[in-house]
């Protein structure tokens, strides 16, 4: 198939009427701004023809002043009607520059200029349509070289509706508040088409249809949002419209933009989604976002995508080569009802979401990011706020206390936190694959973070997956009316030696438990919990906060096996707040290899099953308290700062043998990590003034017993 420009017309005429221009008058200068100037040397010509076919080829940009002197039809978009419309200036200029000799006939000129008048200006009957304008309930077609089509061969028009049935690039723009733009090629002409949609400042809305239908299409649909453009799609508040899937069901369609087929998205200008029945923005298949200004609005869910949900191309990563630039990404979602982004399918190759970069906002009633299968986040700025965030409280209302465990923020049932919501409002949940029951955990249901800054404020769970969680990198701050991170199964943190502190930075300020999982491992980085309940849980029980389908949770309980906590490396800080409440606690074994912990609790350190420590530092206390006020440091034989934090005051005792701890003074110099935390941030190395050296304990491998 021919291929043409994403703006619907081909090099070759381009040039071909921009030499024809080479013989055409010149516009003078003035002191005002001068429309037509694209190249801003102070007078129009073929120089600014050359200069704008350029910008519409996408090899060259335009300045400010350029791009608004462009815009010769004054309507806020640069296109190709722009591009005509300077050359008509040229042609028809009110101070053309005199010729030589004034009393030669000026025929030939004309005559010129009568020919190219007419090459623009003509209607043809049947041709290919490149370029789609929408005009309130009308729609005008346009071929590559401008000329308006009557009937087009790869376009239906039926007033405001119009259908793209053949592969190609179009441009589209122009506003219409009862008009749809519907894709629906024939896969037996053609199997493997393709289509790209080069929004270039459209608004569209329908009250009964999905504005933007992709109801076939052989490979995928590409929206492309043009820069500097802003482009609007919103549906009504009721839909009429609906699909027969493969298996003969008829289902709704229910989003503003729909798609059946892959999607994808991509451009430097801003795509802005108003699902005000349903939905936002709907892949039936793969959606993917690469680049552009995404803002979604839902009464449900904002973003969703059946097989997969893939935020920033992965050929922009580090890790793949690329350059890691993803400032041109940048996606806002709201609810009203639904999550904001999602991946539904159940089958173990699909239900995925993937973030590689670019900033998402999601603001949501339900879940902030649901992956049915599983999460993978290797970078970007993240941020979700759930429901009511973390100030949920037991009545269904936040709380107004300032201490974040007074007793009307939380309630501190032995058996799970008593106060959780009715809705599944969990930051990130990854389900997993259970049973036709939805009790029984079958595979998959992992959460896997590389990279990254995530920001979580969520009145379920922050983190929560069905199968298991591994946390190896990224900068996280995660506050919770319930657990800070979740794992039914496993649950690993870090990858590095046991002095690698800031791979990985854990910052929890609120949540019931911090960390729970059946099995969890820390390798390395950094946590930091301030809990109502225990801090580090491995097999917490059956507390109804896990993710089976069947329940409002949306997923089974934790495995109730005996479970292990196994502390490798890295530094982790629990202050536990007043109550039976245990820092590091563990139904079977706890093992530790390596690494720096603060322990604050009632039990400082409790397990079910043994202990062995063969290289970790640890300073307990019982303080009960979440008054953080008190700077710890562990140092080395040399008196070397390792790391230093702030934690609960009380005292304290020193449990070891691989380095010394002290109580207060003060740290000059070293690096400092959970650099969110404020005033709690932690600092590696560094020199230590003052402080007074901790007590020794002996510690107790006594099942249940205190340190």
């Given amino acids: 198939m021919k291929k043409h420009n994403r703006f619907g017309h081909s090099l070759a005429g381009i040039?071909?009427?921009?030499?024809?221009?080479?013989?055409l008058p010149v516009l003078s200068a003035s002191a005002?701004?001068?429309?037509?100037?694209?190249?801003?040397?102070?007078?129009?010509?073929?120089?600014?023809?050359?200069?704008?076919?350029?910008?519409?080829?996408?090899?060259?940009?335009?300045?400010?002043?350029?791009?608004?002197?462009?815009?010769?039809?004054?309507?806020?978009?640069?296109?190709?009607?722009?591009?005509?419309?300077?050359?008509?200036?040229?042609?028809?200029?009110?101070?053309?520059?005199?010729?030589?000799?004034?009393?030669?006939?000026?025929?030939?000129?004309?005559?010129?200029?009568?020919?190219?008048?007419?090459?623009?200006?003509?209607?043809?009957?049947?041709?290919?349509?490149?370029?789609?304008?929408?005009?309130?309930?009308?729609?005008a077609l346009y071929d590559i070289n401008g000329a308006e089509i009557t009937n087009a061969t790869n376009v239906t028009v039926d007033g405001a509706y119009v259908t793209i049935t053949a592969a190609g690039e179009y441009s589209v723009?122009?506003?219409?508040?009862?008009?749809?733009?519907?894709?629906?090629?024939?896969?037996?002409?053609?199997?493997?088409a393709a289509v790209t949609l080069s929004f270039e400042g459209l608004t569209l809305s329908n009250q009964s249809v999905a504005p933007v239908y992709v109801e076939n299409v052989g490979d995928a649909v590409t929206i492309s949002?043009?820069?500097?453009?802003?482009?609007?799609?919103?549906?009504?508040?009721?839909?009429?419209?609906?699909?027969?899937?493969?298996?003969?069901?008829?289902?709704?369609?229910?989003?503003?933009?729909?798609?059946?087929?892959?999607?994808?998205?991509?451009?430097?200008?801003?795509?802005?989604?108003?699902?005000?029945?349903?939905?936002?923005?709907?892949?039936?298949?793969?959606?993917?976002?690469?680049?552009?200004?995404?803002?979604?609005?839902?009464?449900?869910d904002g973003i969703k995508g059946g097989n997969s949900v893939r935020i920033g191309d992965p050929d922009t990563l580090v890790a793949n080569g690329g350059d890691g630039d993803y400032s041109n990404l940048n996606i806002t979602v709201k609810t009203s009802g639904g999550d904001g982004i999602k991946s539904t399918e159940t089958d173990t190759?699909?239900?995925?979401?993937?973030?590689?970069?670019?900033?998402?906002?999601?603001?949501?009633?339900?879940?902030?990011?649901?992956?049915?299968?599983?999460?993978?986040?290797?970078?970007?700025?993240?941020?979700?706020?759930?429901?009511?965030?973390?100030?949920?409280?037991?009545?269904?209302?936040?709380?107004?206390?300032?201490?974040?465990?007074?007793?009307g923020s939380m309630g501190m049932g032995m058996d799970g936190n008593a106060n959780k919501t009715d809705i599944s409002a969990k930051g990130i949940k990854s389900v997993g694959l259970y049973d036709e029951a939805g009790t029984t955990w079958q595979s998959m249901g992992n959460l896997i973070i590389?990279?990254?800054?995530?920001?979580?404020?969520?009145?379920?769970?922050?983190?929560?997956?069905?199968?298991?969680?591994?946390?190896?990198?990224?900068?996280?701050?995660?506050s919770s009316a319930d657990d800070g991170m979740h794992s039914d199964h496993a649950l690993t943190i870090g990858q590095g030696t046991a002095n690698t502190f800031d791979d990985v930075q854990i910052y929890i300020p609120k949540c019931y438990e911090g960390v729970e999982g059946v099995n969890i491992v820390q390798n390395s980085g950094t946590v930091y919990v301030i809990s109502g309940d225990d801090g580090y849980n491995a097999a917490g029980g059956a507390d109804g906060s896990g993710t089976g389908n069947t329940n409002p949770w949306g997923g089974g309980a934790m495995s109730t096996s005996s479970g292990s906590l196994t502390l490798n490396g890295g530094l982790g800080i629990v202050n536990s707040a007043s109550g039976d409440h245990d820092a590091f606690d563990s139904n079977g074994s706890f093992t530790v290899t390596g690494g720096y912990y603060c322990a604050n609790g009632q039990e400082p350190m409790d397990y079910d099953g043994t202990f062995s420590n063969n290289g970790g530092s640890f300073i307990t206390m019982q303080a009960g308290n979440t008054n953080l006020t008190t700077r710890y440091s562990f140092t080395d034989n040399s008196g070397n700062v390792i790391v230093s934090f702030v934690s609960a005051s009380g005292g304290g005792l020193y449990s070891g043998s691989s380095a010394s701890a002290q109580s207060g003074g003060t740290v000059?110099?070293?690096?400092?990590?959970?650099?969110?935390?404020?005033?709690k941030a932690v600092t590696v190395g560094g020199t230590l003034s003052g402080g007074q050296a901790l007590g020794q304990s002996s510690g107790s491998t006594q099942p249940g017993q205190r340190w």
């Fill in 349 to 407: 190759d699909k239900g995925f979401v993937i973030i590689n970069g670019g900033t998402v906002n999601v603001n949501s009633y339900s879940d902030g990011i649901q992956a049915e299968q599983e999460f993978t986040m290797n970078g970007g700025d993240v941020t979700i706020y759930t429901y009511q965030g973390s100030a949920y409280g037991s009545s269904g209302s936040t709380s107004t206390s300032t201490d974040p465990w007074s007793s």
């Fill in 32 to 139: 005002a701004p001068l429309t037509g100037d694209v190249n801003v040397d102070g007078k129009v010509d073929v120089l600014d023809v050359v200069t704008l076919q350029k910008y519409l080829l996408n090899k060259q940009n335009l300045t400010r002043e350029g791009y608004n002197n462009a815009d010769v039809t004054g309507d806020g978009v640069v296109n190709i009607y722009d591009l005509l419309a300077v050359k008509k200036q040229i042609i028809y200029g009110t101070t053309p520059v005199q010729p030589e000799q004034p009393t030669e006939p000026e025929t030939e000129p004309e005559t010129e200029t009568e020919t190219e008048t007419t090459t623009e200006t003509q209607t043809v009957s049947d041709g290919t349509a490149a370029s789609i304008v929408y005009n309130g309930s009308s729609v």
């Fill in 450 to 478: 590389n990279g990254g800054n995530l920001t979580i404020d969520s009145s379920d769970d922050a983190l929560h997956c069905g199968g298991d969680m591994t946390v190896v990198g990224g900068v996280l701050t995660l």
């Fill in 173 to 192: 723009s122009g506003s219409s508040d009862n008009g749809q733009l519907k894709v629906n090629t024939d896969n037996t002409a053609d199997a493997t």
């Fill in 15 to 23: 040039l071909a009427v921009g030499a024809m221009c080479a013989a």
């Fill in 225 to 300: 949002v043009k820069k500097e453009t802003v482009n609007t799609i919103s549906d009504g508040t009721t839909h009429t419209d609906s699909y027969t899937n493969s298996s003969g069901e008829v289902k709704e369609i229910n989003s503003a933009i729909f798609s059946r087929d892959d999607l994808k998205i991509k451009g430097k200008g801003t795509l802005i989604v108003n699902g005000n029945y349903q939905d936002g923005l709907v892949s039936k298949n793969d959606l993917k976002i690469w680049n552009g200004t995404i803002q979604v609005t839902a009464q449900d």
């Fill in 668 to 679: 000059s110099g070293g690096t400092t990590v959970i650099a969110q935390a404020g005033d």
